[in-house]
């Protein structure tokens, strides 16, 4: 069996959504991480049927999946929606693979761990062929709130989002370009994707609505916060808008501790943790916008202050690619972890 | 002295800044509202030398403002910025009109009231000729928030900002539109009104940053709310984003209060309050949205649910017509009020 550079053994990955945005985002990042993939198998639903896909110079022709697609496959990166997530994956997890699953489907299921490797990647040392990655707000949210919970323990999490349409696909961000160049034409482009215009203008609902008023992205960034920094307890509340923003997830979050912190404690806090950037002068100019982090790999911090509202609270803006920290780049730093210590589920037949 | 049909003797009203995008707004709202207008003087600037004003089918050449422009005026509606209002409003005053100001310049100044009339028109009883318009993100705000604090007693409000760029002037909204087609055919178009890129992006960024790292912006909603509602001891922060929206400002808005109360509560409190409108049913998609304030008089809330954070939270979306609302409207309904209790400072020479 061929070791790859970094000591890896080389895996058979099969991507399940292949040519949707996040599996785009995948297949870029495997690359771009130098992943060490022996057999790559990408999988779509039927309207991809003809489709191809290029990974690394190779040509690879997309099939729809069956649950026999997955023998031989050690590791499976599922991002086509909850509902396909339910029906293939557990037959992964009978043939052997290692589902790594960017829908709902599984997050808040006990024996599921929810993964932020930087936050509780040891969770993933409990796995049972299953592995949820978070919703895309929550997953950049939980890697500044870690460090800071270290540093003052978190008592209360008040998060207002700003998320760009790429978190509802490729037909909404196709839908946000038209669309706004229809209002500047002063033509009309009724909603499709969206509930509502989202062309120059916010949409405060993402996902449906629960019976507390709450929509489900909104009780998954509660939920999934809880569950990744294991503080089932934690009070937490969040409203989630959309906004006519392509790429990028914004929030506006404060933190309540048990002591008081000042920014700068903060900020040299988060400074260490590698997966973060603290862009914090303002006064120069400096702060993450979401055209910044697009297309980058940090979660970027700035606006770090003393919340005027309480005695020991901090505001922070948070910015970061929600495809990428949020779903694809999430997802092959689990399989990453898998490999370097030992997790998946039995040997490649070679 | 003529009388006009509502029983209010007519006025001559001054507009500072009678070309920006508040002062077409003022005309307007001045026009709907069939305010009894005797002489209109539109003032602005040089850069305005050679413009006119239509104003109910009447055509007034624009004027340069000098501090002989007031003789005769008994109602100044200024909204030329902080620094035209500090030269020439004590002008104003000084020749007996009462000047209601948009801008920044005196509002936090102890003789001076801020107002929203249907929070706190009492305080106009006390002017001294000059009258304070409170910034566009803190009017809209404090529309809800007095009745709430009425049924429940405010404890803590906290604010996450989504303000439109019509917020920093015509300009402003010509780079929005303009930046925005740029970016659609990708080519360059550099920020010139704003910090940064605003098409396709946000800013966290409005007025200047002050050294505990809030924004000019930030610190108005803070303290101008306090003022308004008399509560100066009542902890409140905020987080003030641009978006690109062009016009009606939102805000994610979570309130405490010094008892539990349910959403159904706070609905009736609020749709018993002539000036708002509650738009909360969103199973069935019924909550605000920009586009839906724009070029409305209303402040509109929805998403009212309980705090998942907090024993005797509500979170609240509101939305409204930041060139109304927190500017146009609101001067013309202090100026109504005005005229309604005989608080103009002296007849007008007949």
Known sequence: MSRTGNGKRPVNVAILGATGRVGQELLKVLDERKFPVAKLKPLASARSKDATITFQNKQYPV???TPESFREVDIVLASAGAEISKELAPAAVEAGAVVIDNSSAFRMSESVPLVVPEVNGHALRNHHGLIANPNCSTAQLVVVLKPLHELATLKRVIVSTYQSVSGAGKEAMDE???QTKAVLSEEDYPPSVFQRQIAFNLIPHIDSFLDNGYTKEEDKVIKETRKILELPQLPVTCTAVRVPVAISHSESVLCEFARAISPAEARDALAN??????WDSPTEGIYPT???AAGQDPVYVGR???????ETGLNLWIVADNLRIGAALNAVRIAEYLLEHKLLRQPVPS
């Open 176 to 178: 946000l370009a038209e």
């Open 304 to 310: 770090i202050r003393r919340d005027t509202s309480s």
């Open 63 to 65: 099939e729809q999946p």
């Open 290 to 292: 979401p055209i910044d």
């Open 273 to 278: 943790c590698p997966s973060i950037e603290v």
